[in-house]
């Protein structure tokens, strides 16, 4: 198992060492079929679309953003593809209509044990059998070598287990992915899974809360389209996010607790519940919705009963194991704890979702496809693409070491769709210095649109030592260009002050005087008369 912090936001996260699986898989029972726009060779929308059955596995994808445009395909959309797409999702609602799907989705901490028994009084409580199965599990291995390796026996017993217990109503196709988050597309409706194990403790409510906060702000995904911007979690038509949250009890009192849960006031207990709290305060998970809690705390147990937890830390109870979910065509069946599993410390969760789906109708499609293009036809030969842009020439004043400066501008297009990037000029293998970045550099724009690029400029550890000595100075021209229109040119320039970072140690100790006093010509002497007496 990997740790779902390097597994979700790349290694600039704190590493954890609570391993994470999410199983998923896709029923054969109803028709349960995937559409999406058949494509050419060259990815132009050729027909109408193409279904693709639901005994193949649907297709998700998951990558840490650790950069601004890290795993983003070079292969770009043509102009006529983005905007036949475009004009599609406007008009989806003239070709599409909504169809129910059941949807399980469970949540289990299982403390690093094996599966002892049937997991069937979870997974196939219910005498439908669901369309989608959407499984997480925590704490599936907490060996210190699962931790090092990515990869632990104990994920091949619960997929087996699992296996198993599916619902024996209908054939499944399964799957797994070894992270925290999984997304697909259903028919035409985009589905996001997210398995999470937050901090511990009750006092650490608000780490978890920033948890939360950064896996929506930075999990990203590939989306289908080759060239097309990466998506965030929220940008999806459903979102279902399960596991074990962590979110405690306000309420400490023990005695007074295991009462409240004796005589089933779970309403009342509720009350003191963090994420309730939390929630409500709109702190963390905004947009979500969680069904009425009519279960006894998912945690401690003693494990292999349903004993509360009597050890030295005596846990005081708590519904930890909570699975929420966001979007418009959703409603929730069930939601429950299952006593029957007694090999973890946890008790596992599910919920049972119709999902509203949108589906294809194909005649529908076509008519809106044929009459896109038609216009488009139109619209093509009446003009070329042009554009305005707010500002061409940008100064940045008195740029210090790793301080980010920002200047922006407007492109503000005509009446004809465009599409522009930045490209790099001749004999250059990138469209600007290393120093200089544009966001986004490159994009759509409908008729009479507009959209705000930020020009980010900082200077880090690779790029200080050439400017502290004057052999490179802030300085570009960045090329705007439009497909099938004119190029812009855009004049960079400012002025950097030197400091020692990014400066040679031995050219620093032979320096009689501040550096930002120094001439450049004089820097690179020192540079170059020490290299020659002390040659790195």
């Given at each position: 198992?990997?740790?779902?912090?390097?597994?979700?936001?790349?290694?600039?996260?704190?590493?954890?060492?609570?391993?994470?699986?999410t199983f998923f898989g896709v029923a054969g029972k109803k028709d349960a079929t995937?559409?999406?726009?058949?494509?050419?060779?060259?990815?132009?929308?050729?027909?109408?679309?193409?279904?693709?059955?639901?005994?193949?596995?649907?297709?998700?994808?998951?990558?840490?953003?650790?950069?601004?445009?890290?795993?983003?395909?070079?292969?770009?959309?043509?102009?006529?593809?983005?905007?036949?797409?475009?004009?599609?999702?406007?008009?989806?609602?003239?070709?599409?209509?909504?169809?129910?799907?059941?949807?399980?989705?469970?949540?289990?901490?299982?403390?690093?044990?094996?599966?002892?028994?049937?997991?069937?009084?979870?997974?196939?409580?219910?005498?439908?059998?669901?369309?989608?199965?959407?499984?997480?599990?925590?704490?599936?291995?907490?060996?210190?070598?699962?931790?090092?390796?990515?990869?632990?026996?104990?994920?091949?017993?619960?997929?087996?287990?699992?296996?198993?217990?599916?619902?024996?109503?209908?054939?499944?196709?399964?799957?797994?992915?070894?992270?925290?988050?999984?997304?697909?597309?259903?028919?035409?409706?985009?589905?996001?899974v997210v398995n999470a194990h937050l901090a511990a403790h009750p006092e650490e409510?608000?780490?978890?809360?920033?948890?939360?906060?950064?896996?929506?702000?930075?999990?990203?995904?590939?989306?289908?389209?080759?060239?097309?911007?990466?998506?965030?979690?929220?940008?999806?038509?459903?979102?279902?996010?399960?596991?074990?949250?962590?979110?405690?009890?306000?309420?400490?009192?023990?005695?007074?607790?295991?009462?409240?849960?004796?005589?089933?006031?779970?309403?009342?207990?509720?009350q003191h519940d963090q994420l309730k709290i939390q929630r409500e305060a709109k702190?963390?998970?905004?947009?979500?919705?969680?069904?009425?809690?009519?279960?006894?705390?998912?945690?401690?147990?003693?494990?292999?009963?349903?004993?509360?937890?009597?050890?030295?830390?005596?846990?005081?109870?708590?519904?930890?194991?909570?699975?929420?979910?966001?979007?418009?065509?959703?409603?929730?069946?069930?939601?429950?704890?299952?006593?029957?599993?007694?090999?973890?410390?946890?008790?596992?969760?599910?919920?049972?979702?119709?999902?509203?789906?949108?589906?294809?109708?194909?005649?529908?499609?076509?008519?809106?496809?044929?009459?896109?293009?038609?216009?488009?036809?139109?619209?093509?030969?009446?003009?070329?693409?042009?554009?305005?842009?707010?500002?061409?020439?940008?100064?940045?004043?008195?740029?210090?070491?790793?301080?980010?400066?920002?200047?922006?501008?407007?492109?503000?297009?005509?009446?004809?769709?465009?599409?522009?990037?930045?490209?790099?000029?001749?004999?250059?293998?990138?469209?600007?210095?290393?120093?200089?970045?544009?966001?986004?550099?490159?994009?759509?724009?409908?008729?009479?649109?507009?959209?705000?690029?930020?020009?980010?400029?900082?200077?880090?550890?690779?790029?200080?030592?050439?400017?502290?000595?004057?052999?490179?100075?802030?300085?570009?021209?960045?090329?705007?260009?439009?497909?099938?229109?004119?190029?812009?040119?855009?004049?960079?320039?400012?002025?950097?002050?030197?400091?020692?970072?990014?400066?040679?140690?031995?050219?620093?100790?032979?320096?009689?005087?501040?550096?930002?006093?120094?001439?450049?010509?004089?820097?690179?002497?020192?540079?170059?008369?020490?290299?020659?007496?002390?040659?790195?």
């Amino acid at each position: 198992g990997i740790s779902p912090w390097q597994g979700l936001l790349g290694n600039s996260c704190p590493p954890r060492k609570r391993p994470l699986r999410t199983f998923f898989g896709v029923a054969g029972k109803k028709d349960a079929t995937a559409a999406d726009p058949e494509q050419s060779a060259a990815g132009e929308v050729t027909g109408a679309p193409r279904l693709k059955t639901a005994n193949k596995m649907v297709p998700s994808s998951s990558v840490p953003a650790s950069g601004p445009t890290q795993g983003l395909s070079t292969r770009p959309c043509g102009l006529r593809d983005t905007l036949v797409k475009s004009l599609l999702k406007q008009k989806e609602s003239s070709y599409t209509h909504l169809q129910n799907f059941r949807f399980f989705v469970g949540t289990y901490n299982v403390n690093g044990q094996s599966p002892r028994g049937s997991l069937r009084p979870w997974l196939s409580q219910d005498g439908e059998p669901p369309d989608i199965y959407c499984v997480g599990f925590q704490e599936l291995d907490l060996s210190k070598e699962a931790f090092f390796f990515n990869d632990t026996p104990k994920e091949e017993e619960w997929f087996k287990a699992v296996t198993e217990s599916l619902h024996p109503g209908a054939k499944y196709a399964k799957g797994n992915k070894g992270g925290v988050a999984i997304r697909f597309q259903f028919h035409n409706s985009t589905v996001c899974v997210v398995n999470a194990h937050l901090a511990a403790h009750p006092e650490e409510y608000e780490r978890r809360n920033q948890e939360v906060r950064d896996i929506c702000a930075r999990m990203q995904f590939h989306p289908l389209e080759p060239g097309c911007p990466l998506l965030a979690i929220k940008e999806h038509d459903v979102v279902l996010w399960l596991g074990d949250l962590n979110y405690r009890l306000e309420e400490q009192d023990m005695e007074r607790v295991k009462k409240l849960i004796q005589t089933q006031d779970f309403q009342a207990l509720h009350q003191h519940d963090q994420l309730k709290i939390q929630r409500e305060a709109k702190l963390v998970f905004e947009g979500f919705q969680e069904g009425e809690i009519s279960f006894q705390p998912t945690y401690k147990y003693n494990p292999g009963s349903d004993d509360w937890d009597d050890s030295a830390e005596c846990r005081v109870p708590a519904w930890c194991d909570r699975i929420l979910w966001s979007g418009k065509t959703v409603s929730l069946l069930s939601y429950q704890s299952h006593m029957a599993l007694k090999n973890s410390d946890h008790k596992p969760v599910s919920a049972i979702f119709d999902v509203g789906v949108k589906v294809v109708d194909k005649k529908s499609y076509c008519k809106a496809f044929e009459g896109i293009v038609r216009s488009l036809d139109k619209m093509e030969n009446a003009s070329i693409p042009s554009v305005t842009l707010s500002k061409r020439e940008f100064l940045f004043k008195d740029v210090k070491y790793l301080q980010l400066q920002v200047e922006s501008f407007t492109i503000s297009n005509g009446p004809v769709p465009c599409q522009f990037e930045f490209i790099s000029k001749p004999n250059e293998d990138a469209y600007c210095k290393p120093w200089l970045i544009a966001k986004p550099s490159k994009g759509f724009l409908m008729p009479d649109s507009e959209v705000v690029i930020a020009l980010e400029l900082c200077v880090n550890k690779s790029t200080a030592t050439a400017l502290n000595s004057g052999e490179e100075k802030l300085e570009d021209i960045l090329v705007l260009h439009l497909d099938r229109g004119k190029d812009y040119f855009l004049s960079v320039s400012g002025n950097y002050l030197p400091s020692c970072f990014g400066c040679p140690i031995q050219t620093l100790c032979y320096m009689k005087e501040p550096i930002r006093e120094m001439l450049p010509e004089a820097i690179r002497e020192l540079d170059v008369v020490l290299h020659q007496v002390m040659p790195i």
